[in-house]
């Protein structure tokens, strides 16, 4: 067997053998990354290569696996999925240098191969325009040249070139050449390596010239990729416009919160979320940052007068404060995803109704910027409910992670279902006709948000003292509104909570409950009544399709 001869060949002999190609092929990558991203300083932050192929991975993942990415990485999510495909592109660049030693072609042919990827993933983007590819196409060009470049300087110097673990292969080539006559023009991979070289000046052709070549490659990967980073982040950063913002004071006030609205309770979450802490659910990988000044909201599809508002228009419409309970259908029982905010905004009933909702249009579809699609029933915009174009959050313009500087709010449907960040259009449609977003990755079309209740004291397996024990939580059936919350310790009777008086019905409500805990292990659990009277059920069922259902529970000890 050939092989084994490849098998007991030194380890360190080996190393030294992949090394050079190693190094050739990350630092091909570093700079095509580089260049991909001060390209990108022109066609914008999506169009970078990595974050192209990111975004267009997040639209492809199966809903299982974003379930399971969701459920384990929580709002990390994105910064492990752009670690996998750094991770991946070093493990594809380290190969294709080590293949480039013998083979040139195939390791640019693999460089090439990326930028089509990035490409094409950044054509995949809702928003794309042909000049999105110029990051990917210019990424691959350096690649190439550099790969090129290092190639043959490293074989001019005679730097060490791994052993071909197909001896066969080549035994085999070797025989079909000397069976056909020889085409002077084909380009044999062996045969490039000396014109690759011939096309170096005399010092870059020792392994001096390598070393320089490499390091100033390196050197120019780092200056590309900082420059265009930080150019980038400068010319795409809306946090200057948004400080400038000032949001008019509403012409329809929210009602005072109720005096105890806050039980003092450590460890219960805070009636009000802040901006910093308020849960942050949505599919893009870099933030949208759109400019108030260039934004524009249509609203068009079944409408009899098709209208088109600026910021200043929409900053100019009777504004309404509201307090609203926000939820994601991805929210596990007992999980973070929700918040509640004091919000701003114009009525979206009022401007549906400016434009003329003609009859038969069933869906509101909201559009981002970013190409997210969310359908909402018109129906229930139009009943009566405090649906906004909400541009503030607890008192400032919205923050760009929650859809600066407008977002749709529908409260009583979870965030998949009403409550598009970045809006820039409004289409009034039907289901029959469209389906946004999460309904083709086989999402409800339909997503009214489920009663739910949450211990948040004490947290799971806490040691508590014995004795009286106060626990505390929340409990939320937006735009129906809280009745009753019960806790029921050990598969005891159920005994009502106390609740905190309530704000809206469109906000949760915080609940206490006084318990008297013997020494021991201990299984607490949570239902809450809505105001229409139903009882939360106790079947569990998976976020998927519809929103999960059954009580929260925690197990405690009492010492
Ligand atoms: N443009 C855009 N809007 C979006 C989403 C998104 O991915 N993109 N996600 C939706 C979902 S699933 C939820 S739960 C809420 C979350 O809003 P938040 O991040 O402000 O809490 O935004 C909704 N609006
Ligand atoms: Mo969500």
New binding site residues.
Partial sequence: MRRIGTAVRHPFRVLRSVLPGAAIGLITAALAVGVGELAAVWSGPNTAPAIAVGSAAIDLTPTPLKEFAVRNFGTSDKLVLLTGIYTTLGAIAVAAGILAMRRPVVGLVLVALFGFVGAWAALSRPAARFGDVWPSVLAALAGVGAMALLVGSAQAARMPVPASGDDELEAKRSDAEALEPKDPEAKDPEAIQPSLASHLPPWARDRRGFIALAAGTAGAAALTGLTGRTMVNQRYNVALKRSRVRIPAPSRLAPALPADVHPNVAGLSSFMTSNSD???????LVLPQVDPDAWTLRIRGLVDRPLELSFADLLARPLVEHDQT?S???NEVGGP?V?TARWIGASLADLLREAGVRRGADQLVGR?V?G?T?GTPVESVLDGRTGLLAVAMNGEPLPV???FPC?MLVPGF???AS????LVDLELTTFADYDPYWVRRGWSRLGPVKTASRIDVPKPFAHVAAGPVTAAGVAWATHRGIDAVEVRCDAGPWRLAALTPSDSPDTWRQWTCELDLAAGLHRLEVRATDASGAVQPEARADTFPDGATGWHSVVITAD
């Fill in positions: 308020f849960y942050r659910v949505d599919t893009a926000l994601c259908v991805s995803y918040g981002s970013d997210m969310i992670a929650h859809g977002r979870f965030g998949y409550a598009t960040k970045w």
